[in-house]
Structures are given as C-alpha cells and as structure tokens.
C-alpha cells in the first residue's frame, strides 16, 4: 500500500516521464520506489499508521473517496489544457492509467486504525506528504537518477522533454486555467495540496 501511495504522487505532479521503447514509465518509477521502500518503508509504514489516528488526515482521504472528487477529476480531464498536458506526455507513450488504478487501489485499501502515539509534524494529508519527503534517502535517489541519465538514453530525453520550453507553455496554460484553478483551490479546501504533490514527486526523484 505504501508504494501505491508514494506512486499515485506521479499523477498529479506529471513533472516526470520516460519513452516506453525500452523500459516502461512505471518500471524507471519503480526503480527509485524501490530504494525509497528498502530504506524508508519501515518508517513510512510507521507514519501511515500513526497519521491514520488524526481526523485531519482522513477529511483528505474521506473526499478522494466521495462523487464530488470524482466529478472534479471528470471535469479537469475535459480542458483542452490538461488534454495537452496528457497529450504532451502521450508522445512518449506513458500509461497514465497505471497510475490512475494505483491510486484507486491505495485510497481504497486505506482503513481507520488506531495505534500508539508517535511524533509527527502536522495531522493533515500535507504533512504526511511532508514527513515522507523527509523520510526519503535523497542521496542514493539523486546516484540512482544521475546513473539513469548517463545511462538510459530514454530517460534523459524525458526529463529533457519536460525541461523544454514546449512542456513550460503546456504545463503553465493549464495552470493559468481559471477552472483549473478552482479545482485545485477546492482540493486545498478538502485538505489536498496539489504543489505539496508537485514536491513530492522531484523528491521521489532525488531532486529536492
């Protein structure tokens, strides 16, 4: 559930991707997720147990939950600006979908539990995001991205791609959506903070 949690951060943020000629999206994802369980996951899962105590958290949970979010996702899906941004990224044939059933399958895998007390940084969905960045190994996650640069070529030409002019037009029209906008102001309000999502997913990277 943990890595479901930490790959569903992809989604929203789309500030990563890699061509699928050699090696899957998901699959360079799963590289560095890899890293992140085998030297943060006990602590994460610690953290997931203890957040899951705070009714802040689940106001988050409880709303990615309901036919509200699943209105607000149908009708971001429907601006041209963000069909730009999925076609921007369809060029290098990512399957976004994988990353859509991730999410579906951790929100509703998620249960109330109560556990002991543990120091945390806030109770909100935020701060849980904000505690597993700290939690991340940023130095080996940086060697392993360096590595994918030098090495994969299809990688490098991604984050190329996405540091292009071309993706900072497509990326910023969406944001300067004034529907868009709304949107993402009613995710604030439901305790969802989308350039938290933005921050998460650099650092799953290593580039926080």
Known sequence: MMKQALVVLALVALAFSAPQTRKLFHEHVEDFLDIIMDEAGHEIEHLNEHYLEY?????????MRTNNFKDLVYEMESLPEFVAVIEFLE?????????IDL??????????ARSARHSTSGRDFTSF???????????????????????????STAISNLKSEQW???FSALWANPT??????????????????????VAIFGQN
């Open 55 to 63: 009714d802040e958290f689940w106001t988050a949970l409880d709303y």
């Open 91 to 99: 060029q290098d044939n990512i399957d976004i979908h994988y990353f």
């Open 103 to 112: 999410f579906n399958e951790m929100i509703e895998s998620i249960q109330r």
């Open 129 to 155: 995001m904000r505690d597993c960045i700290d939690a991340f190994p940023k130095d080996k996650l940086s060697a392993l991205f360096e590595q994918k640069m030098a090495e994969e070529e299809e990688f």
């Open 168 to 170: 900072d037009a497509v």
């Open 180 to 201: 868009f906008q709304a949107e993402v102001a009613t995710l604030n309000e439901n305790g969802i903070d989308v350039k938290v999502f933005l921050d998460e997913i």
